[in-house]
């Protein structure tokens, strides 16, 4: 199984800006589609965006379209989730998942990824 490490969560104001990591230190991400999810206290992890393998593509929940944006970077076999204009009901733990040569869609789900990451706590407050 792919080993993930996440790093980038913090506590940031209602607006502001965090970019999340999913580093995977000697894997080759590219034929590996990263999923992100989160879960917020006494709900369930949720999807929030998702890229494919081979960058076919990539998929947000409507909750985020638009103020978060996902991108890799081969050469540091690293994902990063790009979060703007953030709210406090983006107060989550955040999760990035990886699963081999998968298409990302708008039913990508937890079920379908196989390693996880420990998550990262990301907190939006005033």
């Known amino acids: 199984q792919v080993q993930l490490v996440e790093s980038g969560g913090g506590l940031v104001q209602p607006g502001g800006s965090l970019r999340l990591s999913c580093a995977a230190p000697?894997?080759?991400?590219?034929?590996?589609?990263i999923g992100w999810f989160r879960q917020a206290p006494g709900k369930e992890r949720e999807g929030v965006s998702c890229?494919?393998?081979?960058?076919?593509?990539?998929f947000y929940e409507d909750s985020v379209k638009g103020r978060f944006t996902l991108s890799r970077d081969n050469a540091k076999n690293t994902v990063y989730l790009q979060m703007n204009s953030l709210k406090p009901e983006d107060t989550a733990v955040y999760y990035c998942?990886?699963?081999?040569?998968?298409?990302?869609?708008?039913?990508?789900?937890?079920?379908?990824?196989?390693?996880w990451g420990q998550g990262t706590q990301v907190t939006v407050s005033s």
């Open positions: 890229i494919s393998s081979k960058d076919r593509g990539t």
């Open positions: 000697g894997f080759t991400l590219d034929y590996y589609a």
């Open positions: 998942a990886a699963v081999w040569d998968y298409y990302c869609s708008a039913y990508f789900a937890v079920s379908d990824f196989e390693s």
